[in-house]
């Protein structure tokens, strides 16, 4: 290669360290004989492989193990990932318990506990039940007892079996929640504006006026949900339907 061919920096230019003078020099050599080409010709990949990295680099490079073979967490390490990783913790089901509490409009957390351990203490004692003797007499008393007290509640649909007590779930004890009582009976369009006229006084069942939004009513309760007194809702229908008088203007 004669004087006049070869590559020519600026002033301006980074100069190769001391140490890399003589494999620059040689790599810028082979470039300008080559023409500029991809980076895995054969002059370009031996000098990337014999100063890209050195040796011990290389080395622990070969030796790392691959990303499917992740080395499993030890017990206290899976413990302390249990206060950060709460969504694919396995005892916790806060996915679940957010949909809950989003569809029936349940605004304290303390409710969907509360209604999770009963639903535990009825599944258990399920499972005590079953696990007696078919032909026992206390089994089949205390068995018609738990079914006709969850009937009542309205949790279960009918008291044909265990298998229906052992259903119970969460979403049963909230559908049983006055707010969500009040749009099935076609007295709100939405369980969140029922929430509403709860907590504003609206709604009584039979003589008592009712501001919680978590009071369950049972079946035989359900007949006696109505608007109060003095609720708004209730003079707008009596005056749709030709009803509204000066006794009901005066609240008397």
């Known amino acids: 290669m004669s004087d006049e061919e070869q590559p020519r920096l600026p002033d301006y230019f ?11 020099n040689a790599f810028f050599e082979c470039f300008a004989a080559a023409g500029a080409q991809a980076p895995d010709t054969a002059c370009m990949s031996w000098w990337v492989k014999r100063n890209s990295m050195p040796e011990i680099y290389r080395a622990a490079v070969a030796a790392r193990p691959e990303s499917n073979n992740t080395m499993k967490l030890k017990h206290h390490e899976s413990k302390l990932l249990r206060k950060v990783d709460f969504l694919q913790w396995k005892s916790d089901n806060t996915l679940r318990e957010a949909q809950v509490l989003r569809r029936y409009h349940v ?54 079996g265990l298998a229906k007590a052992e259903k119970v779930s969460v979403s049963a004890f909230c559908r049983r929640r006055l707010p969500v009582i009040l749009v099935r009976l076609k007295m709100a369009q939405s369980v969140k504006e029922a929430v509403s006229f709860v907590e504003r006084g609206d709604v009584r069942v039979g003589p008592t006026v009712i501001t919680d939004s978590a009071f369950l009513v ?27 008088d000066d006794f009901d203007l005066l609240q008397l």
Request: net charge positive; glycine share 4%.
């Open 14 to 24: 980074p100069l190769a360290p001391k140490g890399c003078a003589k494999q620059a």
């Open 107 to 160: 605004t304290k957390r303390e409710d969907y506990v509360k209604y999770s351990r009963l639903v535990g203490q009825v599944t258990s004692m399920v499972a005590k039940l079953k696990a007696l003797k078919p032909d026992d007499a206390q089994r089949e008393e205390l068995s018609e007892l738990l079914l006709r007290k969850l009937f009542a509640m309205g949790l279960v649909d009918s008291d044909a």
């Open 218 to 244: 049972t079946r035989s309760m359900e007949d006696f949900v109505t608007w109060a007194g003095d609720a708004s809702q209730r003079r707008h229908i009596a005056k749709y339907n030709n009803k509204l």
